[in-house]
């Protein structure tokens, strides 16, 4: 395991090979924790932060530890803090959530 890499919005911490923590700074923009998981040949991005600013950062993250664009994001739940920062994924990248999820997002 690396060294956390520290960026303005999360800590990054590599918890397993090619799986990182991003720990929100709590005087920051990011509002919650999220991950990043590099399966190989694709990578996956789990929740999207409070705000573009932190959602921006944590894909430029995932590109520079992975050398790709996330292929899935995952949103656990319907909280802003967790699903803000979906505006900023490249067109077209998958967003996968339960239908419960799906449903409190859209309400």
């Known amino acids: ?3 956390p890499a520290t960026y ?3 800590t990054l911490h590599e918890v397993a090979k090619g799986v990182w923590a991003a720990i929100a700074v709590r005087e920051e923009l990011a509002g919650s924790n999220a991950g990043i998981v590099d399966f190989g ?3 996956l991005v789990f929740d999207t932060t409070l705000s573009p600013q ?3 950062e944590l ?3 995932a590109k520079t530890l992975t050398g790709r ?3 899935l994001v995952i949103n656990s739940h319907w909280h ?3 699903i803000q920062g979906n505006q900023v994924l490249p067109p077209g990248t998958p967003i996968a959530c339960t239908a419960q999820t799906y449903a409190d997002i859209m309400d």
């Open 69 to 71: 664009d996330p292929a």
């Open 59 to 61: 894909m430029t993250a």
């Open 41 to 43: 040949d694709w990578t």
């Open 54 to 56: 932190s959602a921006q």
């Open 80 to 82: 802003v803090d967790h």
């Open 8 to 10: 303005t919005h999360f």
């Open 1 to 3: 395991m690396t060294t």
